[in-house]
């Protein structure tokens, strides 16, 4: 601003025009004397960094082992709900040794990209990449669900309050983390970032709040603020104690039991959401480029949690294709080919991230990252069920021969991926609302076909809305049977008849007769997708219905999911880790909310009857008999398809290392519950 200020009075007054140069000259040089010191407080930061803990850095892999100093804030008496990883700080020292060297880049592929890396979307890839750059409160142990383990956080305590509705959790942050500077080669030719923006600035407690208070301003219209309104309702709010403490107080709900006893309790995922945190870089997010305040009048302890102004310019923010880091990696710039990151030397586990850079390509289609693996330009994929043959036929090629011979093979995994594909029916729309209506579309798609035919055989057909290995999963519930007769007689039974035989049903309503004819919304890059969605339409046809599959790319399907504004969806949820919550997708509260994560609109007072008391639920045997109950609701009310959960096969090249199912080895992390491999915590030799 200042510097704008000057070239506005050059042009208005020649007359001082030798004093602006002079001026000019001071400025310029003061700038240059402002970066020399900016880089010698760099240098100096990372000398203290260095000394007071050592990295992965040549050859020591040593992690930091000075005990927790104890702060004057922290009570000694009170348990700390967290403890250390174990793999991080004892486990993989040992295995790599003193000689180790952190080198080389991981290179990974995935389709397609997404518009904008904001801080709340709800993609999964940008939720990954965000992951990558920016720590939590707290984090489950590598390799398993049930214990939290120390991240941005060093210890959490809950500390009694007067009020017998109300808990409250003391954080106490790890000294030392910082953001890292933003890079304007990162931005736009016309974003011209003000040196606010080009020095490292410590996360506080007040970052934490101001995501807190971030995703509870109703006027924030983003995916995932939306649903994480919905989530955290019982969370009440957060004081700042000091910039490494904060105070989270969250809401008990008067409980009455069986035998009629009233207490309060609070929700069984409380401290799990607490976890959860993560910090919004108040030194970017509140600025403008040229480091103004957006509002200057922010003053009022909740004024993030209300302007609509400020959600109005986060929503658009400058920022909003870069991602601000403070975690194991650092965000390295984005393009239309790719993402790319960098080990962070600062962060305090020095084993977390052993490769010296990540990439990760984007790619229109699962041929394309095939075709970049058999050529060496990515390390590792994963292979769909119907490219097994392809990775056959490569393992005899005379060139992976060749390779095999210099030692250069390729490794493999198996095993089933998180995450479950269905049809989701709009159930604001009237072809959908109805319950026997969804049971009839159920009984006309083979689902055992799709699985045979398009994925394989490489898949489990599923019937509900938890990972089919969970407990919460219940595995005595069969699947629909395919059954297009009676699919037929159930739509009959509703008034979907043929009435004037043209092959598709239709039925009077108000006064008007209504074909059976809906969009089938789609990511139109995936061809498996596409398969999927094209037998299901031959599949509908046999009964009279027509099912038109509409194929669409990233932006216009976040847009439909967004505003429901679509007939019914293929899709893929990603299966939440034990102890699931099924809140965010089913309870009534986001069916009439934009951008939430109840897409379809279900809303049902028993499945929120249900969600209520697994909020508050202790006892594991319970949970699970809930859990069941909800599935069979679900399945009953078949408000989605369910389809299948993929069985895929993970393929590297063996100069990635240390990559494996954690379930498998419980040498190295016993107790381990995660059947599921992660390659950014191996290395490259």
């Known amino acids: ?15 001082i025009l030798f004093i602006l140069v002079f001026l000019a000259l001071l400025y310029w040089s003061s700038v ?22 050592p990295h992965v850095q040549g050859s020591d892999v040593s992690p930091q082992k000075k005990p927790i100093t104890l702060r004057p804030l922290m009570d000694p008496s009170l348990p700390n709900l967290l403890v250390e990883d174990p793999y991080f700080t ?38 990954e990449y965000l992951s990558y750059c920016q720590g939590f409160t707290a984090s489950v142990q590598f390799g398993r669900f049930d214990v939290l383990v120390q991240d941005m956080a060093i210890k959490i305590e809950e500390r009694a309050v007067q009020e017998p509705e ?26 011209q970032l003000s040196p606010h923006f080009l020095k490292r600035h410590p996360v506080t407690a007040h970052d934490f709040k101001f995501y807190f208070q971030a995703f509870k301003n109703p006027h924030v219209d983003v995916a995932a603020a939306a649903t994480m309104r919905q989530l955290f309702t019982d969370m009440d709010r ?39 945190l993560t910090p919004l870089a108040s030194f970017v997010y509140k600025y403008q480029a040229n480091g103004s305040k957006i509002s200057e009048n922010d003053t009022d302890k909740d004024f993030y949690a209300k302007s609509s102004y400020w959600a109005q310019y986060f929503h658009n923010h400058f920022a909003r294709r870069v991602i601000v880091s403070c975690g194991p990696w650092i965000f390295d710039g984005v393009s239309d080919t790719q993402i790319r990151f960098k080990r962070n030397p600062n962060y305090f586990l020095p084993t977390f991230a052993l490769f010296e850079n990540m990439e990760i390509y984007f790619l229109e289609n699962p041929d394309s990252i095939w075709r970049d693996f058999m050529a060496q330009k990515i390390d590792c994929c994963e292979i769909p069920p119907q490219h097994l043959v392809d990775l056959e036929h490569f393992l005899e090629s005379p060139f992976y021969k060749e390779e095999k011979a210099k030692g250069h093979e390729v490794k493999s995994l198996d095993y089933l991926m998180r995450m479950f594909s269905f049809v989701g029916w709009n159930i604001k729309r009237p072809l959908f609302s109805n319950k026997k209506v969804r049971q009839a579309l159920a009984m006309a798609i083979d689902g055992k076909r799709i699985i045979q035919q398009n994925l394989n055989g490489k898949g489990v057909q599923i019937t509900g809305p938890f990972f089919c290995l969970s407990p919460s999963y219940d595995s005595t519930i069969a699947p629909w049977s395919y059954d297009p007769d009676e699919a037929a007689r159930l739509l ?39 398969a999927n969605v094209e037998l299901i339409a031959n599949q509908l046809k046999s009964i009279g219905v027509d099912c038109i599959p509409h194929g669409v790319d990233l932006a216009d399907l976040s847009a439909a999911l967004d505003d429901k504004n679509f007939d019914a969806h293929f899709l893929a949820w990603e299966s939440g880790l034990p102890p699931e919550d099924p809140e965010q997708i089913w309870h009534s509260r986001g069916a009439n909310i934009k951008a939430s994560s109840n897409t379809i609109g279900f809303a049902n007072a028993e499945a929120d009857h249900l969600i209520s008391l697994l909020k508050f639920e202790q006892d594991e045997k319970e949970r699970t008999m809930l859990y069941h109950r909800f599935h069979a609701l679900i399945h009953e009310e078949a408000p989605y398809l369910f389809l299948y959960t993929t069985k895929m096969t993970l393929v590297y090249w063996s100069d990635l290392k240390n990559i494996f199912i954690p379930k498998d080895r419980q040498d190295l992390i016993p107790g381990a519950t995660l059947d599921e491999p992660s390659v950014v915590h191996g290395w490259k030799e």
């Not at 200020?5 to 042009?11: A, E, M, P």
């Not at 004397?33 to 007071?52: C, G, K, M, V």
């Not at 890079?183 to 974003?191: G, I, R």
């Not at 598709?504 to 596409?530: E, H, M, W």
């Open 492 to 530: 009959a039974e509703e008034g979907w008849v043929d009435s004037d035989g043209d092959g598709v049903i239709d039925k009077l309503i108000d006064g008007s007769r209504v074909p059976f004819r809906f969009t089938l919304t789609y990511y139109v890059k995936n061809p498996a997708t596409k």
């Open 1 to 15: 601003m200042q510097k704008r200020s000057w070239i506005g009075v050059f042009f208005r007054s020649t007359a």
């Open 166 to 191: 109300v808990a409250s959790f003391w954080v106490h942050l790890r000294e030392g983390m910082m953001w890292e500077p933003l890079n304007p080669q990162h931005f736009a030719s016309e974003v």
């Open 238 to 276: 957060i004081e700042v104690i000091d910039d490494l403490t904060f105070v989270v107080y969250y809401k008990k709900t008067m409980i009455t039991d069986s035998k009629g006893a009233s207490s309060y309790k609070l929700p069984y995922a409380a401290i799990r959401q607490i976890a959860s």
């Open 90 to 127: 004892k486990t993989l020292p040992e295995i790599l040794g003193k000689n180790f060297t952190v080198k080389g880049t991981l290179r990974r592929a995935t389709i397609g990209q997404a518009n904008d890396l904001h801080p709340f979307s709800m993609w999964a890839n940008v939720v």
């Open 32 to 53: 240059l004397q402002e970066e020399r010191l900016r880089s010698i407080e760099s240098s100096l930061q990372d000398i203290r960094q260095t000394i007071s803990q």
